[in-house]
């Protein structure tokens, strides 16, 4: 696995530097990454033999600059970035590769907001705009992290409400801060519901202030709570698609 096609509707490619994680808060608990890793654990001469351990992966730090075509890639689909247990020198290299591969637009999406700001504040001068920079809030608690990455001097800003797990109020003075959503419910084995206000009323907000809104899926539960499967619950929000991108 180096810079892999996906079927993640709002990237074109994930790109993984590293593997593995531990969890953080709620939107964890059923971490797709984990999911698929362990069912791996043991199986010789595969990525993840060691499941969802971390690793570092420096064979695979050059693949974008191997690869021509401007593409979307989703950075660290199976681990996040800013984990305590990724270097700081190794996070360096993942930058130099970004801020090299120009042709290409990077989507760094992190639940560890803390390490990020600290990061790019000791590290970055400038932060190169091909280079997006997301965080995901799952429920009310977690929007401190919007906060952080509100001070990230990066041309998109995003957020992913994914799983979105109870409702959230953004005020909208910090969601001006942001040039795009992303909403999503839970898919998988023990999914949880997703609301349908929940998702209306964050839809009502970014269209309110013009903020370019991605709908990924219902998850495995429908409009009216009835638990369906991802592929009948639908990718609709009240009647429409929502596929946008921010504008750059
Ligand atoms: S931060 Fe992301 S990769 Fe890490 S455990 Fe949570 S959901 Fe999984």
Not at 7 to 34: D, F, L, M, Q
Not at 100 to 115: D, I
Not at 205 to 210: A, H
């Amino acid at each position: 696995m180096s810079l892999n096609k996906t079927s993640i509707g709002w990237c074109s490619h994930t790109w993984n530097p590293s593997k593995g994680c531990r969890p953080v808060s709620p939107g964890c608990e059923n971490c797709y990454a984990r999911t698929f890793a362990e069912r791996f654990r043991g199986v010789p001469d595969h990525n993840f033999t060691n499941g969802f351990d971390f690793e570092l992966k420096p064979d695979r730090l050059e693949s974008p600059l191997r690869r021509r075509k401007p593409s979307k890639i989703f950075v660290g689909s199976v681990t996040d970035l800013f984990f305590e247990q990724t270097p700081d020198e190794y996070i360096a290299k993942v930058f130099e590769t970004m801020t090299s591969a120009t042709q290409h637009t990077f989507m760094v999406l992190t639940k560890r907001t803390e390490r990020l700001v600290d990061w790019v504040e000791n590290h970055l001068n400038v932060v190169p705009d091909n280079i997006w920079f997301g965080t995901s809030v799952e429920n009310q608690r977690y929007i401190y992290r919007i906060e952080h990455l509100a001070k990230i001097p990066a041309k998109i800003r995003f957020i992913s409400f994914e799983p979105l797990l109870g409702p959230v109020v953004v005020p909208d003075d910090l969601m001006r801060n942001i040039h795009w959503s992303i909403i999503g419910g839970e898919t998988g084995h023990g999914a949880r519901r997703m609301e349908e206000s929940w998702a209306l009323e964050l839809k009502d907000q970014c269209n309110r202030l013009e903020i370019p809104l991605f709908f990924k899926q219902w998850g495995e539960y429908d409009a009216q709570g009835r638990r369906v499967g991802s592929r009948r619950a639908g990718k609709e929000l009240a009647g429409k698609s929502w596929l946008e991108f921010p504008q750059v």
